[in-house]
């Protein structure tokens, strides 16, 4: 929460200047520099130009500030809680800064500047080649096909998706239709967007999550009683069939939508039992029957996050027709360490071996009753998890539109160990 002070204060810096007329004031950089301060507001750097900012070291901030989320997300290398910066290094002074090690240095070596340098010459080359094989399908060494889909939050990220290889979405978060104003969507509002992003990715599947907010995830248009333990509260599928006016109209809205886009399928979140999956079951086909649809067609599937439903997992696979691991929540769980705590950051660990366990099991569940699995959590991007996934039997890979390309170029430098 102490990180997110800078968003408040950036917040109500832009209502004053709207509310005065004053213009914003523009970091200006005239040459490709480093940029160094004690923080930035979140506006300050989505209004960087990426040509001059080369990086960014900050003596405040944080990791998960949203300052230095957008970085990350431009490409631009980003260190944060680097105290003491600000007093040693002078404006016009050479400075180096190695993104990959998270250090500054104010007068390398001539040897360490050729290492560096070295580093990020081959970095950049690799990032170009990914790049441009991006659209290419990606298949093992040992001729092993692996889908790799998006995660997206609307369909603004739709185009970035498909420019970065995704064959298709994985999640959907539907969140932003129910938390971008203070009234629920309507089911045409729904309708629409869902048809829109289906008809944007052609026949390649789109993954709808059906609403996953509650406990520490407020929703305006539907105020909800504070909980003690919010991640172990009343959220994803456990709000929804306590509220069924909530999934409703989302289903109503889905079911339309599939009639004139066979790609679409829905994805349940916070799944820990036999019974949820089948009431939201039900719910689909009482509304399917009332707007005379066949429900049957349309792809159901849930989320692994919870370890009752990796240890349910043979019972569910018969009633669904896909999963997804969520190893953000996944691995909270299994831990029982809140992945917003930075005290337990040695346990909010996807390699742990009790978390690649669980992942192992849902796998072999799912390959068990013939269903795919698929991974949307943070671990299906990273590089370095790729071939332990692909060990334990993942085939099918979803993560940030930024990730894929270096996903597939890692996928196709691995080969399965049988």
């Known amino acids: 929460m102490r990180e997110r002070e800078a968003d408040v204060q950036d917040i109500a810096r832009q209502v004053m200047m709207e509310m005065t007329g004053e213009p914003a004031a523009a970091v200006a950089i005239?040459?490709?520099?480093?940029?160094?301060?004690?923080?930035l507001m979140p506006s300050d750097v989505a209004g960087l130009d990426t040509a001059k900012v080369l990086g960014i070291c900050l003596s405040e901030g944080g990791k998960t500030s949203h300052s230095a989320i957008l970085a990350r997300a431009m490409g631009i290398p980003a260190l944060v809680k680097a105290r003491g910066c600000l007093e040693q290094v002078t404006p016009g002074q050479m400075v180096t800064l190695d993104g990959f090690a998270g250090l500054l240095w104010f007068a390398p070596s001539a040897a360490v500047s050729a290492q560096l340098a070295a580093q990020r010459d081959a970095w950049q080359a690799e990032q170009h080649q990914a790049k441009q094989r991006a659209l290419q399908h990606a298949s093992t060494t040992d001729g092993i096909s692996v889908s790799v889909?998006?995660?997206?939050?609307?369909?603004?990220?739709?185009?970035?998706?498909?420019?970065?290889?995704?064959?298709?979405?994985?999640?959907?978060?539907?969140?932003?239709?129910?938390?971008?104003?203070?009234?629920?969507?309507?089911e045409q509002e729904q309708f629409d967007v869902y048809c829109d992003i289906a008809a944007a990715l052609g026949d390649q599947p789109l993954t709808i999550r059906s609403l996953d907010v509650g406990g520490d995830k407020p929703l305006a248009a539907f105020p909800m009683p504070s909980e003690d333990n919010p991640f172990l509260g009343v959220r994803g599928v456990r709000l929804c069939l306590k509220h069924p006016e909530l999934l409703v109209t989302q289903l109503r809205a889905i079911l339309r939508a599939h009639q004139q886009h066979r790609n679409?399928?829905?994805?349940?979140?916070m799944v820990a039992r036999v019974d949820e999956v089948r009431h939201v079951k039900a719910l689909l086909q009482r509304e399917a029957d009332a707007l005379g649809l066949d429900a049957s067609t349309l792809p159901v599937g849930i989320m692994i996050e919870v370890p009752a439903a990796v240890l349910n997992a043979d019972a569910l696979a018969a009633e669904v027709d896909f999963f997804s691991i969520g190893t953000n929540d996944l691995t909270?769980?299994?831990?029982?360490?809140?992945?917003?705590?930075?005290?337990?950051?040695?346990?909010?660990?996807?390699?742990?071996?009790?978390?690649l366990r669980a992942i192992e099991m849902t796998c072999a569940a799912g390959g068990k009753a013939g269903i795919p699995v698929s991974m949307c959590g943070e671990m299906a991007g990273d590089p370095k998890?790729?071939?332990?996934?692909?060990?334990?039997?993942?085939?099918?890979f979803s993560a940030s539109a930024s990730l894929l390309p270096a996903l597939k170029a890692q996928i196709r430098q691995t080969a399965v160990m049988k």
């Open 30 to 39: 005239e040459q490709p520099s480093i940029l160094l301060a004690r923080d």
């Open 149 to 186: 889909l998006a995660n997206i939050g609307g369909p603004d990220d739709v185009r970035k998706a498909l420019d970065s290889g995704a064959e298709g979405v994985g999640l959907f978060r539907t969140e932003f239709l129910f938390q971008r104003s203070d009234s629920l969507p309507t």
């Open 264 to 269: 679409i399928q829905l994805m349940i979140p």
């Open 332 to 355: 909270q769980y299994v831990m029982a360490a809140d992945r917003g705590n930075t005290e337990l950051t040695d346990l909010i660990n996807y390699f742990d071996p009790a978390v």
């Open 385 to 396: 998890a790729t071939q332990q996934l692909l060990n334990i039997g993942l085939r099918k």
